[in-house]
């Protein structure tokens, strides 16, 4: 998969999730500050992920941008 491929993916959970605009989910959003997500929307942002692309996700790892959600989950999958 591709970083393109997952970051559509990403905008539609999150935007999903958050009830924000795709446009306003970019790479460099910050997920708390821009997006206005709690500890709890991280959370379920990544449980969602995790089902959609059968991974294994910590919500705890440090991911503060949807850059940063996308390089890991970038990760995880190659490591699949």
Known sequence: ????????KV???????LDV????VT???NIKEDLEADSLDVFEIMNELE????IK???DENVQT???VVNYVKKELDAK
């Open 1 to 8: 998969m591709t970083k393109e491929e997952i970051l559509t």
């Open 11 to 17: 905008q539609e959970i999150v935007a999903e999730q």
């Open 21 to 24: 605009d795709q446009e306003k």
């Open 27 to 29: 790479m460099k959003a």
């Open 51 to 54: 089902d959609d692309l059968d």
């Open 57 to 59: 996700l910590e919500a």
């Open 66 to 68: 949807i850059e940063d």
